[in-house]
């Protein structure tokens, strides 16, 4: 048994963490041994890397968000779960390693007939994706959505449940290179983003009026999607990946009454009700196990290869998402 381990923090990621071996008691009552299929690495696990999250977890922690697995053992006491099933994990840290305890009833179960590797994506960027669609502007079919990184993973869930409730979407890009693969995930529009962004986005789309916009980059970015937003526009902001800070010109909030607003899939977590949380994740639960709702994967790793796979992750120049797998089958 292997975890992806760090004492420290710093600003090569890759450099920071290593496979260390991992030793676990038998699942005590009312726990289950997992076996893990999965894990991807998101954007805020490399910044929890560098100390730059928000939260970050006590030294030495394991990397890892989110996953799949099987069961492998149960502790005393559990029903509802048969050794061999496949479960999806909460939403915890911890979860790049081969494998880990839970407690059984954090644990749910997933149809088989889904793709592991797609279900291990499950509980934070799509929730993500659709809850910026939802929570901010009530927008009608036919409406348009312009967001920027429209290659991340929160912008191809983004783009394809936008098509399914009747929207449309502006997708920016920040290299050539990505155009034709973020047009492919179904972007109506796609475009490099840059200068004289909002003449480029007023003629594609023939002048449409843009209530909502979503920025996950900061800094410059943050204002030429704002100057894309039609009179009283909403502009989420829910990443950093500049490393700088929102800029916002003056005349965007005080003559064309842009609001700015932040979104953290944590805050939403601790204020949302168990019904809600649970309608929303048996929707994206059913879309992804029927394939409906996908991401592109770039490459997967060992455990035992972690640092390849955090310096991957950390490249800018590759095509969807990097994943850790722990070995289970």
């Known amino acids: 048994m292997l975890k992806a381990q760090y004492d420290r923090r710093g600003p090569i990621p890759q450099a920071l963490i290593r496979a260390v071996p991992l030793e676990l008691p038998a699942p005590a009552p009312g726990q289950v041994l997992v076996a893990m299929l999965a894990s991807p690495i998101n954007p805020s696990n490399l910044l929890a890397l560098t100390g730059q999250y928000a939260v970050l977890p006590p030294l030495p922690a394991v990397g890892g968000s989110e996953g799949v697995g099987r ?31 839970a407690e059984a009833r954090s644990l749910v179960p997933l149809p088989e007939v889904a793709d592991p590797l797609q279900l291990a994506m499950l509980t934070i960027n799509p929730p993500t994706a659709s809850l910026m669609l939802s929570e901010f502007v009530p927008l009608a079919a036919g409406e348009w959505v312009i967001q920027n ?96 800070v929102c800029q916002i010109a003056a005349s965007s909030l005080i003559f064309r009454d842009i609001t700015l607003k ?32 996908h991401a592109r ?32 089958a």
């Open 71 to 101: 069961v492998a053992a149960l502790g005393e006491g559990v029903n509802g779960l048969s050794v061999g099933q496949l479960v999806l994990l909460p939403r915890a840290g911890g979860t790049w390693v081969t494998h880990l305890l």
């Open 297 to 328: 994967i770039h490459a997967t790793y060992p455990v035992e290869r972690i640092r390849e796979a955090v310096a991957a992750a950390s490249t800018g120049e590759r095509d969807g998402k990097i994943l850790v797998t722990g070995g289970a």
């Open 262 to 293: 932040g979104f953290w899939l944590m805050k939403w977590y601790r204020e949302a009700s168990r019904d809600a949380q649970r309608a929303l994740y048996g929707e994206l639960t059913q879309l992804v196990a029927s394939g409906v709702l």
């Open 149 to 244: 990184v429209a290659n991340s993973g929160v912008g191809g869930y983004l783009m394809q449940l936008a098509k399914r409730r009747g929207l449309r979407t502006v997708n920016l890009v920040r290299r050539e290179s990505a155009v034709a693969a973020t047009k492919a995930q179904g972007g109506d529009v796609v475009l490099v983003d840059g200068e004289g962004l909002a003449d480029r986005v007023k003629e594609a789309t023939g002048g449409a009026a843009i209530r909502l916009g979503i920025d996950a980059v900061g800094g410059a970015a943050t204002d030429r999607l704002a100057q894309c937003l039609s009179q009283g526009g909403t502009l989420i902001n829910y990443g950093m990946m500049s490393g700088e």
